[in-house]
């Protein structure tokens, strides 16, 4: 009673208990997203071999494939267009994937350690435990998402110029906003598990198919039907063609033979007899066209936006069932 006395005292004048014990659960609430999201935060920033290899594996593929392939890519449409062009927008939505997914197993040592039942028990909501992983998760792939932008003001990516500043900020948000759902889905899987070693076997086995099914490596063109039927079905195909669609804006890629035919002179064009341009007319037809982007850009927004969704109310229950 002496504590509830105690307690009315502070609450201003003309203010009910009713909005005083609000606002004090919403400032309870916020300050336990902020300390979980900082100490995840912090930790990831004070572990440097984690931060250099995650910024190491996205350039070995990005350099090795992408010189790789781009024998290849010519064939298939790319034109002299570099490969690792059409590739760093992927390798990004990748460094973005596995970054946050893998930082949820955070939450593995936490209940190993004894911290999380400390937090789930405490005044906190869990709503608010669940926030501030998401949130700590998505943080650490934006901060390597924009680390790896920088490659692109490089002259063997896209160059320095205004374009493409004006494209390394407005993929920033896009980054952030798929980093929310894929951490959204690893803390989901993670608040569910309860060994550290199953864990990445678990997240291999979800995340690889994920991966190789997004477009990021490859173009997402004449396959087989039930592999279309997936990257349909696939959120991070979604991701990687709005990443795609804004870094590869004024870029055109066409095929090797369209730029071949393109370069012959209009007098000699205009010597050739019909016949032989209504063979031109289909071989450039015919010639393999590369898709910059599938999608429309509203519906890339809107199926990763209500995937994030989804996954921080899939996270956020999980957290709630926890004992």
């Known amino acids: ?94 460094t973005v994937l596995f970054t946050s997914v893998f930082s949820a197993i955070s939450i593995l040592w936490d209940r190993e350690f004894g911290f999380l039942k400390e937090v789930l028990v405490s005044p906190v909501p869990r709503t608010s435990v669940a926030i501030g992983k998401i949130l700590g998760g998505a943080s650490q792939a934006m901060i390597q998402g924009v680390i790896l932008l920088i490659l692109m003001f490089f002259p063997f990516m896209y160059g ?29 899987i993670a608040a569910n598990m309860k060994s550290m070693e199953g864990f990445p076997m678990i997240m291999n086995l979800f995340l690889m198919p994920l991966f190789f099914l997004s477009g990021a490596m490859f173009p997402l063109q004449g396959l087989p039907g039930w592999m279309t039927v997936l990257t349909r079905i696939n959120p991070l195909a979604y991701g990687v063609d709005m990443l795609r669609g804004v870094a590869l804006k004024g870029i055109v890629l066409s095929s090797t033979s369209t730029s071949i035919i393109s370069k012959v002179p209009a007098s000699v064009l205009n010597s050739i007899p019909a016949q032989a341009k209504q063979q031109i007319s289909k071989l450039m037809s015919a010639a393999p066209k590369l898709q910059v982007q599938r999608f429309p850009m509203w519906l890339d927004l809107t199926v990763v936006f209500g995937f994030a969704a989804v996954g921080i109310a899939i996270a956020i229950w999980q957290f709630n069932r926890q004992e």
């Open 160 to 188: 320095f110029s205004f374009d493409t500043l004006g494209k390394a900020l407005l993929l920033i948000p896009l980054t952030l906003l798929l980093a929310t759902g894929m951490t959204a889905i690893g803390v989901a």
């Open 1 to 94: 009673m002496a504590e509830t006395a105690e307690s009315t005292r502070d609450i201003p004048e003309g203010e009910s208990v009713h909005e005083y014990l609000h606002r004090t659960n919403a400032r309870r609430a916020l300050t336990g997203t902020y300390i979980v999201w900082y100490r995840d935060l912090k930790r990831f920033w004070r572990d440097t071999p984690r931060r250099v290899g995650a910024f190491v594996q996205p350039l070995v593929y990005l350099f090795l494939l992408g010189t790789g392939l781009q024998a290849a890519f010519k064939v298939f449409g790319g034109s002299n267009v570099k490969y690792i062009k059409f590739m760093f927008p992927g390798i990004l939505g990748m």
